[in-house]
T-cell receptor, first 116, second 108 residues
Framework: EAQVTQNPRYLITVTGKKLTVTCSQN?????MSWYRQDPGLGLRQIYY???????DKGDVPEGYKVSRKEKRNFPLILESPSPNQTSLYFC???????????????FGQGTRLTVV | KNEVEQSPQNLTAQEGEFITINCSYS?????LHWLQQHPGGGIVSLFM???GKKKHGRLIATINIQEKHSSLHITASHPRDSAVYIC??????????FGKGTLLTVNP
């Protein structure tokens, strides 16, 4: 089954404790991206990757890191989480996301992160 | 000013009604996505379109590139259609910009 898998689904952590949210897709998609969703603000893009070893900042990259060492995986790293990073996070992938080559996006189930 | 405006923000309908959700954007785009999010659930892609019209079951999406406007229609609405509907556009770069969503409630 074609899917994007995020782990964990729920996470409560303390300020400053490094954490990683994993994202994996089994569709050989080139494009992967991370979003956060906050009440009243909607979905906002954190980072995206056009292919292996190619990443770029989205609209709200501060406090986050990503890497794309393999095509299927795109982990989101919070080196020193703070309470303002409490949010619902989604990973997504698509075959392409550029211009006329854009294709349908597949989303993971979301990770609800609470930083206390 | 948001680059993507959705209307209405909230919509309540009776089962069987025809529903329209609108999305307007202010920049040139290459593709527009309609997404569905159920309460507490994940996000599902409904449509991706760059021109014209697409239909899937009871759902229809249209886009007018010249007017920078897209609509999502639901025919014969059902309580299971209750969800947040989100439009998002992609431009010539790799980024997606999202509307704030429309909360649809369909009562039996």
């Amino acid at each position: 089954e074609a899917q994007v898998t995020q782990n964990p689904r729920y996470l409560i952590t303390v300020t400053g404790k490094k954490l990683t949210v994993t994202c994996s897709q089994n569709m050989n998609h080139e494009y992967m991206s991370w979003y956060r969703q906050d009440p009243g603000l909607g979905l906002r893009q954190i980072y995206y990757s056009m292919n292996v070893e190619v990443t770029d900042k989205g609209d709200v990259p501060e406090g986050y890191k990503v890497s794309r060492k393999e095509k299927r995986n795109f982990p989101l790293i919070l080196e020193s989480p703070s309470p303002n990073q409490t949010s619902l996070y989604f990973c997504a992938s698509s075959l392409s996301n550029r211009g006329a080559r854009s294709t349908e996006a597949f989303f993971g189930q979301g990770t609800r992160l609470t930083v206390v | 000013k948001n680059e993507v405006e959705q209307s209405p923000q909230n919509l309540t309908a009776q089962e069987g009604e025809f529903i329209t959700i609108n999305c307007s954007y202010s920049v040139g785009i290459s593709a527009l996505h309609w997404l569905q999010q159920h309460p507490g659930g994940g996000i599902v892609s409904l449509f991706m379109l760059s021109s014209g019209k697409k239909k899937h079951g009871r759902l229809i999406a249209t886009i007018n590139i010249q007017e920078k406007h897209s609509s999502l229609h639901i025919t014969a609405s059902h309580p299971r259609d209750s969800a947040v509907y989100i439009c998002a556009f992609g431009g010539s770069n790799y980024k997606l910009t999202f509307g704030k969503g429309t909360l649809l409630t369909v009562n039996p």
